[in-house]
């Protein structure tokens, strides 16, 4: 009967053994990390707002990592209405110019929320991502050319919190354009 009992309770034991081992990355994280990522796009450029289309949505995967998608208009122009029923070729060239423009800032941007987010998400294990997803959004009339249509970045969280510096940050991050 003593053999038993000690059978039970190591079978007991056993699955809260395996939970301890795995990372407790809470929804509750997750989400002030999402609403932090919102807050940086809105305030990226105060006298013209970048529109945040889609506000971040983000999800843990375990054995992966954090990953973080949010899609982006980075320069609101004029839209088509009775009043104002085409967009000039000078509109499209202005909101073109402006979008070409602020891309840069929003990679570097990109970057330190990525270095951000690591230090943020304690139960993130070293090894695995932090991820950023942007996708834009463009109008039908819109010269999309050198635009992109998503620029996502990743890193393991360990080289993500050994940048100290922009340089180094840069370098241990993959980066991909579409």
């Known amino acids: 009967m003593k053999n038993v009992w000690i059978v039970g309770l190591l079978l007991c034991s056993l699955p809260a053994e395996t939970m301890a081992d795995k990372p407790k990355v809470s929804r509750a994280m997750v989400k ?13 450029w ?39 029923p085409n967009i000039s070729p000078d509109e499209i060239k202005r909101i073109h110019e402006k979008k070409l423009a602020r891309l840069t800032q929003l990679r570097e941007t990109m970057q330190q929320m990525l270095v951000d987010s690591a230090r943020s998400m304690d139960p993130v294990p070293a090894d695995e991502q932090i991820a950023l997803g942007i996708s834009f959004f463009y109008w039908t009339w819109e010269n999309r050319e050198g635009l992109p249509a998503q620029i996502v970045m990743h890193a393991p969280k360990k080289l993500l919190l050994e940048a100290k510096t922009g340089a180094a940050a840069k370098s241990s991050i993959s980066f991909d354009e579409f």
Not at 54 to 63: H, N
């Open 32 to 44: 002030a990390m999402e609403e932090s990522m919102d807050q940086k796009f809105q305030t990226l």
């Open 46 to 84: 105060p006298d013209n707002l970048v529109q945040v289309v889609g506000l971040t949505q983000g999800a843990y995967i375990d054995g992966y990592g954090a990953v973080f998608m949010s899609e982006l208009n980075l320069a609101t122009g004029p839209t088509i209405s009775p009043f104002h």
